[in-house]
């Protein structure tokens, strides 16, 4: 199973991701924010999608609404040059990864992830 089809199964746990390059070729996946974090390399240009689940509590119900939250990475330390394949990697990732996106963020060196944002949208 592709770590793509993996965060996006509908009993995948919260937290299943997946990285890729710009290319579009994985490079990763897991659960776990600490693992997704560790995957990230300063000196490339990657993208990664994460599930997240919302969960509605009512008097006599509860139910989950999975999530998916993208993160558009460009290392520190990728040359300037390079950074132009950013843009070009966004737009494979999008035509790739085709469900809904829930959030789009990009990010640097040292982000940290809000929780209670992503549970915003």
Known sequence: MSG????????SPAGTWVVADAAGTETGSGVGMESLIASLDEKSIQFAAFNVHGNDKKENVTSCRPKIVRINWVGSSVPAMKKMGALTGKQTMAELWNASIEMDLSVAKDFKLVCEDIKSV
């Open 4 to 11: 793509w089809t993996a965060v996006t199964a509908k009993d």
